[in-house]
């Protein structure tokens, strides 16, 4: 049996205005329903909480940073738990929601307990998906970006293939917008050459850029997992990426 981690952007799960991309969270669960069904064990992490509570409400007075994102979350996790239940119900599959923190994980007995949680959930065929617990989590003790918690996700649960899916096709040799740039396809582990290539942008919705997905794909593939780096957006980009991998467009990094 094989285990996968696909780790779900905001950009790919947001529109541009911060609201649920309905459409497109059901696409992606379809595909996830679909390797289900086929006897894969899939973990999601996924983001789009924040972004999507702060479409919900608007603050009577101005909050700071934390503040803001404690509350947007704690909305946003209803909500998008809620559609993601609804979701997978409809393809007679459970999900159950597992919520962490970067200070929560680096104590043994509470690592263990996530991991051991989160193994009864695959062995009941229930979909784990994971997120930070934002309404707990301060500015010091956040992890970079879902990527960075995908990819211990990834370490923790010794998953086959970790896939991270943004809304761009992988990493380019130049600007994405760049007609001439091409995406690269492969990329060996504890390569860091193509960091030169890499825009410092951050995505609109999320904390993290292609630098952080870079780094952190290195790094997981070099403890022997393999990384890929695809586009949420594309149809099917989840099945085409199992079934027809030559052909899909992504980066790809090699186990080590």
Not at 24 to 39: C, N, P, Y
Request: glycine content about 8%.
């Amino acid at each position: 049996m094989k285990r996968i981690a696909v780790k779900i952007g905001s950009n790919v799960l947001t529109r541009k205005d911060g609201t649920l991309d309905i459409t497109r969270m059901s696409a992606i669960t379809d595909q996830v329903a679909e390797l289900h069904k086929r006897g894969w064990e899939v973990i999601l992490i996924s983001s789009g909480a924040v972004a999507s509570g702060r479409s919900e409400i608007n603050p009577n007075h101005t909050l700071d940073e934390v503040s803001s994102r404690q509350l947007y979350s704690a909305i946003g996790q209803a909500k998008l738990m809620g559609k993601y239940y609804t979701l997978f119900r409809e393809h007679g599959i459970i999900c159950g929601q597992v919520l962490t923190t970067k200070e929560g994980l680096d104590k043994a007995d509470h690592y263990q307990n996530q991991q051991h949680c989160m193994e009864v959930m695959l062995g009941e065929r229930v979909i784990p998906i994971v997120n930070e617990n934002d309404t707990l989590s301060i500015t010091e003790l956040m992890f970079t970006d879902n990527d960075e918690l995908s990819g211990l996700m990834a370490e923790m649960m010794q998953v086959d293939m970790l896939i991270i899916l943004s809304n761009i096709d992988g990493i380019y040799n130049g600007h994405p917008d760049n007609p001439e740039s091409q995406v690269i396809r492969t990329i060996q582990a504890g390569d860091d050459s193509m960091a030169q290539y890499i825009q410092s942008e951050k995505s609109a919705f999320g904390r993290g850029g292609m630098l952080t997905k870079c780094h952190i794909a290195s790094r997981v593939a070099s403890n022997g997992i393999s990384v890929i780096i695809a586009n949420g957006k594309r149809e099917d980009v989840l099945l085409n990426l199992i079934d027809h991998p030559e052909e899909t467009i992504c980066t790809r990094f090699l186990p080590h």
